[in-house]
């Protein structure tokens, strides 16, 4: 089990904080383990470090800047993994690791962080321009690399009103959604136990929809390469 906290904007404009015991899941870490903390998040009122973001505060995005719904974190403490937990290490990307000013400053992503990877064969092959792959699939043990940090880290994730992309350090990475995981059977103690980490929805549709599909980088490079 693990504990995760949660903080949301509420219909009223006030933001609820709650605490959850959930399973350490990759269902409920990738709720709250993409950014680390100390991460600069673009906003309309410049970089911001994603711990001091609230629920209301806008950011901006690939469209128009959007209000933050949900904020989810949870603490990775090196050495306590078990079988079923994605949280084994983070991945640390180096500056100019993706060309210039890209990312302009390190970054400590955790394994739900996904980035676009825009290919102009792909419009043709599969209809969009763009899809999500997790940053760790870029691990090359040179500017992009697995890290086990030395002491305990706290992780992030944030939702916005509908799925997006938002500038990390010059890098699109997108905002969470729980994607095709609630397409798999569970039962309905867990579902709820799911739901209840989200005070800002009623329901499953709330999510939304996908903007850009996920896949892993052997998929890309073997269809643009």
């Given at each position: 089990m693990r504990k995760y906290e949660a903080a949301a904007l509420l219909p009223d404009l006030s933001i609820s904080h709650t605490t959850h015991v959930a399973p350490a899941t990759p269902l409920?870490?990738?709720?709250?383990?993409?950014?680390?903390?100390?991460?600069?998040?673009?906003t309309v009122r410049g970089p911001v470090a994603?711990?001091?973001?609230?629920?209301?505060?806008?950011?901006e995005t690939d469209q128009t800047p959007e209000p933050v719904m949900w904020?989810?974190?949870?603490?990775?403490?090196?050495?306590?993994?078990?079988?079923?937990?994605?949280?084994?290490?983070?991945t640390?990307?180096?500056s100019d690791a993706f060309g210039?000013?890209?990312?302009?400053?390190?970054?400590?992503?955790?394994?739900?962080?996904?980035m676009i990877v825009r290919r102009d064969r792909?419009?043709?092959?599969?209809?969009?321009?763009?899809?999500?792959?997790?940053?760790?699939?870029?691990?090359?043990g040179d500017r992009i690399f697995d890290i086990t940090p030395g002491g305990p880290v706290q992780l992030y994730h944030l939702m916005l009103r509908r799925h997006?992309?938002?500038r990390v350090g010059g890098i699109e990475m997108e905002t969470y959604h729980p994607g095709k995981a609630l397409s798999q059977p569970m039962g309905q103690n867990i579902r709820a136990l799911f739901l209840s980490m989200f005070q800002n929805i009623d329901d499953i549709p709330d999510f939304g929809e996908l903007a850009w599909p996920r896949t892993r980088r052997e998929v890309i490079d073997g269809l643009t390469g």
């Amino acid at each position: 089990m693990r504990k995760y906290e949660a903080a949301a904007l509420l219909p009223d404009l006030s933001i609820s904080h709650t605490t959850h015991v959930a399973p350490a899941t990759p269902l409920f870490e990738e709720t709250a383990c993409a950014f680390a903390r100390g991460t600069l998040v673009d906003t309309v009122r410049g970089p911001v470090a994603i711990e001091d973001l609230l629920p209301g505060d806008y950011v901006e995005t690939d469209q128009t800047p959007e209000p933050v719904m949900w904020i989810g974190s949870t603490s990775y403490v090196p050495g306590k993994t078990d079988q079923i937990t994605s949280l084994t290490q983070l991945t640390r990307i180096t500056s100019d690791a993706f060309g210039m000013g890209r990312p302009g400053i390190d970054i400590l992503a955790g394994p739900a962080a996904r980035m676009i990877v825009r290919r102009d064969r792909l419009q043709r092959l599969i209809g969009q321009s763009a899809v999500l792959v997790p940053v760790a699939d870029y691990t090359d043990g040179d500017r992009i690399f697995d890290i086990t940090p030395g002491g305990p880290v706290q992780l992030y994730h944030l939702m916005l009103r509908r799925h997006a992309a938002i500038r990390v350090g010059g890098i699109e990475m997108e905002t969470y959604h729980p994607g095709k995981a609630l397409s798999q059977p569970m039962g309905q103690n867990i579902r709820a136990l799911f739901l209840s980490m989200f005070q800002n929805i009623d329901d499953i549709p709330d999510f939304g929809e996908l903007a850009w599909p996920r896949t892993r980088r052997e998929v890309i490079d073997g269809l643009t390469g």
